[in-house]
Nanobody, 120 residues
Framework: QVQLRESGGGVVQAGGSLRLSCAAS?????????MGWFRQAPGKEREFVGG????????HYDASVKGRFTISRDNAKNTVYLQMNNLKPEDTAVYYC????????????WGQGTQVTISS
């Protein structure tokens, strides 16, 4: 089993930055293949923000955040990060990290989410 725990959410003004962290724990974390970040705004469907292979390879992003958000990992700490710059009010959402043991399809593990609120 894998446990994912997000941290770093908060309230920031438009144009500001936040960095979210997602720490993976549990013996099965060694079997992770990829990690993803998702978000869900009030009254909206959960949407994909970006993802990164767990061990090696580059991140990829949804068009809505490309150029503003950066996903990175620290394998020594079993942690994935989401650096968010030039934040906009429409970025307000609960942000979730997710992990998968496969290269595609649905994610297997989810964190509890962390609230990000951008004030205008």
């Amino acid at each position: 089993q894998v446990q994912l725990r997000e941290s770093g959410g908060g309230v920031v003004q438009a144009g500001g930055s936040l960095r979210l962290s997602c720490a993976a724990s549990g013996g099965a974390s060694f079997g992770l293949y990829r990690m993803g970040w998702f978000r869900q705004a009030p009254g909206k469907e959960r949407e994909f923000v970006g993802g990164i292979p767990w061990n090696a390879g580059s991140a990829h992003y949804d068009a809505s955040v490309k150029g503003r958000f950066t996903i990175s990992r620290d394998n020594a700490k079993n942690t994935v990060y989401l650096q968010m710059n030039n934040l906009k009010p429409e970025d307000t959402a609960v942000y979730y990290c997710a992990g998968s043991v496969s290269s595609g399809g649905a994610y297997d593990y989810w964190g509890q989410g962390t609230q990000v609120t951008i004030s205008s």
